[in-house]
């Protein structure tokens, strides 16, 4: 089973609201990642957790929270998010950071701030 | 930085093979990969290639790797209207780096019946 789920497909959110996305693997992986993917680019990593600690920040601003609360879940808290945050956001999972793992992606949640 | 190039488009007659190609700057990196992307969808991994290695072969798939001139192809033989999606290639950064994956820019891959 190499399958990474993201909950909900489709999020509509407004600039004031408050909503999380999460992401779930069950392939014992180690490491998981948040990428941010805009249309027609390449995805954009935001961060990197490893054993379940932020081991990278792409200087991601705060209003994107990151939590990991157990190996196998990842959460994205959005708060108080701007019209350029719309986007497809995708979590990924490896066995560990670093060489020759490769990462599995989830299929994505479609973020519009209204 | 790591800069990693794709070429935008490419469209190819169904049953013929198809040739992505990838060229990039950080001779570090370790391991190279192939990801399709379907409309709406995210990314699945199709294939990798040890830098140490100049062809891996998988099914329809065949990598390239060519490290002196930097360049990574990924062929598809027979290829049919299900390839049609966004390749990207990606590389797998050293350690000094954050063992980061840097993408290329995507291929949009047409495949007309």
């Known amino acids: 089973d190499t399958e990474v789920t993201q909950t909900p497909k489709h999020l509509v959110m407004g600039m004031t609201n408050k909503k999380s996305l999460k992401c779930e693997q069950h392939?014992?992986?180690?490491?998981m990642y948040w990428y941010k993917q805009k249309a027609k680019k390449p995805p954009e990593l935001m961060f990197v957790?490893?054993?379940?600690?932020?081991?990278i920040n792409e200087s991601v601003p705060s209003r994107f929270s990151p939590e990991c609360p157990n190996s196998s879940l990842l959460n994205l808290h959005l708060h108080a998010l701007q019209p350029e945050d719309s986007a497809l956001y995708l979590c990924?999972?490896?066995?560990?950071?670093?060489?020759?793992?490769?990462?599995?992606f989830g299929p994505g949640t479609r973020l519009t701030v209204t | 930085g790591e800069d990693v190039e794709q070429s935008l488009f490419l469209s190819v007659r169904e049953g013929d093979s198809s040739v992505i190609n990838c060229t990039y700057t950080?001779?570090?990196?370790?391991?190279l990969y192939w990801y399709k992307q379907e409309p709406g969808a995210g990314l699945q991994l199709l294939t990798y290639?040890?830098?140490?290695?100049d062809m891996k072969q998988d099914q329809r798939l065949t990598v390239l790797l060519n490290k002196k001139d930097k360049h990574l192809s990924l062929r598809i033989a027979d290829t049919q209207t299900g390839d049609s999606a966004i390749y990207f290639c990606?590389?797998?950064?050293?350690?000094?780096?954050?063992?980061?994956?840097?993408f290329g820019g995507g291929t949009r891959v047409l495949v007309k019946p």
């Open positions: 392939m014992g992986h180690r490491a």
């Open positions: 990924a999972s490896s066995p560990t950071r670093g060489a020759g793992y490769e990462q599995y």
């Open positions: 290639i040890f830098s140490n290695m």
């Open positions: 957790y490893s054993y379940e600690k932020l081991s």
């Open positions: 990606a590389l797998l950064r050293g350690k000094a780096a954050g063992n980061k994956l840097t």
């Open positions: 950080d001779s570090s990196s370790t391991y």
